[in-house]
């Protein structure tokens, strides 16, 4: 049975630039919803697409934070691996 997980860490060195990390999570987000592996009905996957796509687009981040609360566990891990990426100053220490 094969069973998805999300891994956490260090995954986006130093040099890597904000617009790069949007653009993979965007990239990445919109396959697993087709894969079926995430909910495309999922409100918080709508706002979070559209937020990273913004961002992209401009070049800044737009939209963040996501209002609508996340799904499930995964998209709850979704949700903490971007906040670290996204704004490392906000991240438990």
Do not use: H
């Not at 049975?1 to 860490?9: D, N, R, S, T, V």
């Not at 979704?78 to 906000?90: S, T």
């Amino acid at each position: 049975m094969w069973k998805p997980f999300l891994a956490i860490g260090p995954r986006f060195g130093p040099d890597v630039s904000q617009s790069e990390i949007l653009q993979t999570y965007q990239t990445e987000i919109l396959d697993l919803t087709k894969r079926g592996i995430l909910n495309a009905k999922s409100r918080y996957l709508a706002e979070l697409l559209a937020a990273l796509s913004k961002s992209v687009a401009s070049g800044r981040l737009e939209g963040f934070p996501v209002a609508a609360a996340p799904e499930s566990p995964f998209e709850n891990s979704l949700a903490k691996a971007i906040g670290f990426c996204l704004f490392p100053e906000d991240a438990p220490r």
